[in-house]
């Protein structure tokens, strides 16, 4: 049985549509970006230095030459990472005007170690040139977003917070803006005494920067035949952030246990340990969602992980302080969009889905995709040029084409297809590729999607920790430490068939990081309040839509 068996009714085009509010109710901005992450902030900030310089084009802008709407309660309120940042993109987008010793970051990776762990060894192995962090510094992305948008808001962006993009406003075969979210309806729909209605928002230029999954972007990949030839496939990451005793002095990844190496479970991943400072730690465990267990829980792997003698000497005496979940698009260069442009329309970072698996690197990726897709942008908005004609932005593919982005995700264009084989054989194929540039094995591997694969089912769960409440930890005390505040009465916002088998329906209950499922007699029951949006039912086999605006984690430190 496969998720891709029971998937929901889901119809892109109920997400697309002309405007409707009366012309002289909708609300008129110049550019339009969605999403306050990475890819947004520095699109909204690199649009600002080139406005800066020629006022008669923010002029013709009107009174919001660039406006950025975000979901979640303020920005960096859904932003999690690891997070390890190359600067490279921040160099460029802050040239001249702030240096990186001037961004929040906890400091440069001074050392760095990889393991091959076993239940209870740590083999010590070299870095693999793909994982090496030399020059990057360690950062929380939710603070880095958070000042990435005064950086954005002092450039003269607006930003939205609390507004989720909910439909994408298209006509005549072009962009023209997106509708934002109701607020302030009922489990059935109705309209509460707080009800607000949501607003069409148009724009001469709309750029989707939602990250993972994002869900107008599907849409619109779908309306305008971008889609590449390979789907995309994810992995889940959860993470905490522990107060600790005493400094961890370097950056650890580790492969290996809790994952199981043989072919037929599709287990690929691995654990990343960053410290954070003098006296934090962050640690998590991110895994491919091609795997086939239905009682496999990345939610339960890190707690098991913590248990292992390496991990638990690094937290003892500490205290868990925040926690979090979010899903990484993990296709890279094999699942790219055919084109990242459409009319009236941009696609950067995490949606686009320009990760680098191996070096698990999306971030510096997105700020160099948001800044060319605001320089494409600029460029279309000048006296004679038309945004909206087909083409006219096509020079963001161009400039994507021709940066470090691409020439990145190129030479690892294969690495996780190849892990589809097992750990060892895929490990092999990993290093071929990594010695030769990409060039070895020739040719492309085909990517199977997540809901493809044929569930199986294992005691796997049966050695997962209890939760002790000091290192090892339930789902929900999970959820209340990501800060969670969405509604109980809000309209559901998870798609998913109810009548499914007993088998899917404990997939999902294990899956899910938060518990919002509920393996039961006949199906599976529903707590969407609990959802901190990580995005995994979309890939196996359900649909996250976004929710009312302002709700879901409050990530501060993630
Ligand atoms: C566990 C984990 C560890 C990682 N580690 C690293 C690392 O160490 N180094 C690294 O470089 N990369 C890492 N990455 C990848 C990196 O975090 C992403 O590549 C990067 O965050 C992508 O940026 P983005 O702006 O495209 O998307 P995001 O960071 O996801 O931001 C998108 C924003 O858009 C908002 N949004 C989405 N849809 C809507 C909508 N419809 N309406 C309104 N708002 C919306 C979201 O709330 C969010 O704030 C990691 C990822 C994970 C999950
Ligand atoms: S309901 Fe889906 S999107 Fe929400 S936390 Fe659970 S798996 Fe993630």
């Known amino acids: 049985m496969r998720p891709a068996d029971y998937l929901p009714p889901f119809d892109p085009r109920d997400h697309i549509g002309a405007p409707t509010d009366p012309e002289d109710e909708r609300i008129e901005v110049g ?171 148009v724009a001469r230029v709309t750029v989707l920067a939602e990250g993972t999954q994002g869900h107008l972007t599907g849409v619109a990949l779908n309306r305008f035949g971008l889609a590449g030839e390979n789907p995309q496939v994810w992995a889940l990451g959860v993470k905490e952030v522990w107060k600790v005793a005493r400094p961890l002095n370097r950056v650890i990844h580790t492969m290996g246990w809790p994952l199981r190496a043989a072919a037929k479970y599709r287990e690929f991943g691995g654990s990343f340990i960053y410290p954070m400072g003098e006296d934090m730690v962050t640690l998590g465990m991110v895994v491919g969602l091609d795997y086939r267990d239905v009682e496999l829980s990345v939610h339960d792997l890190l707690q098991e992980l913590k248990t292992h003698p390496l991990v638990r000497r690094l937290l003892e005496g500490g205290e868990r302080i925040a926690w979090g979940a979010k899903t990484i698009p993990e296709g890279g260069f094999l699942s790219l969009p055919k084109r990242l442009h459409a009319p009236g329309l941009l696609i950067c970072g995490d949606g686009a889905g320009l990760v680098n698996v191996p070096a698990l690197k999306g971030i510096h990726y997105a700020i160099e995709s948001g800044s060319l897709a605001a320089e494409a942008a600029f460029a279309a908005l000048q006296r004679g040029q038309t945004p909206s004609t087909p083409g006219a932005l096509a020079v963001y593919d161009d400039a994507l084409r021709q940066s470090f982005v691409w020439k990145d995700l190129q030479e690892v264009r294969n690495m996780r297809q190849a892990f589809g084989r097992g750990f060892w054989l895929g490990g092999a194929l990993a290093g071929a590729m990594t010695a030769t540039k990409g060039h070895f094995p020739p040719g492309n591997t085909r990517t199977e999607r997540d809901v493809d694969q044929e569930l199986i089912r294992t005691d796997r769960a049966q050695s997962y920790p209890a939760p002790d409440g000091t290192l090892t930890f339930d789902r929900l005390s999970s959820v209340f430490a990501s800060g969670n505040k969405t509604r109980d009465d809000q309209p559901n916002h998870i798609v998913i068939r109810r009548d499914v088998p007993p088998e899917l329906a404990r997939m999902w209950e294990r899956m899910c990081p938060a518990q919002v499922y509920e393996a039961g007699g006949d199906g599976v029951a529903v707590t969407p309040s609990n959802c901190v949006q990580c995005g995994a039912i979309t890939a196996k086999g359900g649909r996250l839509t976004p929710p009312e605006g302002g709700s879901g984690p409050e990530y501060t430190l993630t």
């Open 31 to 201: 550019v339009l970006i969605v999403g306050a992450g990475p890819a947004g902030l520095a699109c909204a900030i690199r649009l600002g230095q080139l406005l800066e310089g020629a006022p008669e084009v923010r002029e013709r802008l009107g009174e919001v030459p660039v406006a950025v709407l975000e979901k979640g309660k303020q920005p960096g309120s859904h932003l999690l990472s690891g997070a390890v940042v190359n600067p490279r993109a921040l160099r460029r987008l802050f040239k001249g005007r702030k240096r990186i010793d001037e961004l929040p970051f906890y400091g440069p990776v001074e050392h760095e170690s990889v393991y091959f762990l076993t239940p209870r060894r740590a083999l010590r192995i070299p870095t693999p040139p793909t994982m090496k962090n030399e020059g990057n510094v360690v950062a929380s992305l939710s603070q880095l977003g958070r000042w990435l948008a005064e950086q954005a808001e002092e450039s003269g962006a607006m930003i939205l917070p609390e507004t989720a993009a909910v439909k994408l406003l298209a006509a005549d075969g072009r962009v023209r803006g997106v509708r934002t979210g109701d607020k302030g309806r009922g489990r059935e729909g109705q309209e509460l005494g707080n009800f607000e209605p949501g607003a069409d928002l």
